[in-house]
């Protein structure tokens, strides 16, 4: 994948945790970053755009950051439906295309 | 609200041709605002973006350079849907499809459709 993001990621409920997203300058560099839920069986729903925007209906325990060409996610308040697949995703200027993360597995212990 | 449906067969031949349909309500394939993607997703691949279709006074597309040589994305405004075509597939190309809305982003999706490209 032309992003980055670790495979796995781990918490306890009620407890803070982030997912990295590392790009480059052809996306990340001048682009917005978006986050994407996806349950088992389902399409990706969008969760964060434009780097640190919630869509209606997300809650705000959810919240995304962008720097330079490094992005996160951070899910606060952990709760054991939050236990799924999470895809960053940009466009990418040089592939003129969209591109994605491998995709981290969140599981809530 | 924006909504999209998919269909077409879960299962095509060695070499033969991919064929799905994206048919689209609450929104028009002529917007001059969104941009109708196809994208997949397997286990060996993850999520792959394989082109776009899109009406800014004429037609215009953009492809993968992965597959670009074996895919074909076109709208059928009478009917309001888009299509993927994908050629010469193999075992590789076994995957969910899904089709797209952006406008700025992917914001809306289709529901999938497994296909699986075996004898």
């Known amino acids: 994948s032309v992003l980055t993001q670790p495979p796995s990621a781990s918490g306890t409920p009620g407890q803070r945790v982030t997912i990295s997203c590392s790009g480059s300058s052809s996306n990340f560099g001048s682009n917005y970053v978006y986050w994407y839920q996806q349950l088992p069986g389902t399409a990706p729903k969008l969760l964060i755009y434009?780097?640190?925007q919630r869509p209606s209906g997300v809650p705000d325990r959810f919240s995304g950051s962008k720097s330079g060409t490094s992005a996160s996610l951070a899910i606060s308040g952990l709760r054991s439906e939050d236990e799924t697949d999470y895809y960053c995703?940009?466009?990418?200027?040089?592939?003129?295309?969209?591109?994605f993360g491998g995709g981290t597995k969140l599981t809530v212990l | 609200q924006v909504q999209l449906q998919q269909s077409g067969p879960g299962l095509v031949k060695p070499s033969q041709t991919l064929s799905l349909t994206c048919a689209i309500s609450?929104?028009?394939?002529?917007?001059?605002?969104?941009?109708w993607n196809w994208i997949r997703q397997s286990p060996s691949r993850g999520l792959e973006w394989l082109g776009r279709?899109?009406?800014?006074?004429?037609?215009?597309?953009g492809y993968a350079v992965s597959v670009k040589s074996r895919v074909s994305i076109n709208p059928d405004t009478s009917k309001n849907q888009f299509s993927l075509q994908l050629n010469s597939v193999t075992p590789e190309d076994t995957a969910v499809y899904y089709c797209?809305?952006?406008?700025?982003?992917?914001?809306?999706w289709g529901q999938g459709i497994l296909v699986t490209v075996s004898s």
């Open positions: 797209a809305r952006s406008a700025d982003y992917l914001d809306y």
């Open positions: 434009r780097n640190n």
């Open positions: 279709t899109y009406y800014r006074s004429k037609w215009y597309n």
């Open positions: 995703a940009a466009w990418d200027d040089s592939l003129s295309g969209w591109i």
């Open positions: 609450g929104d028009s394939i002529s917007s001059n605002s969104a941009a």
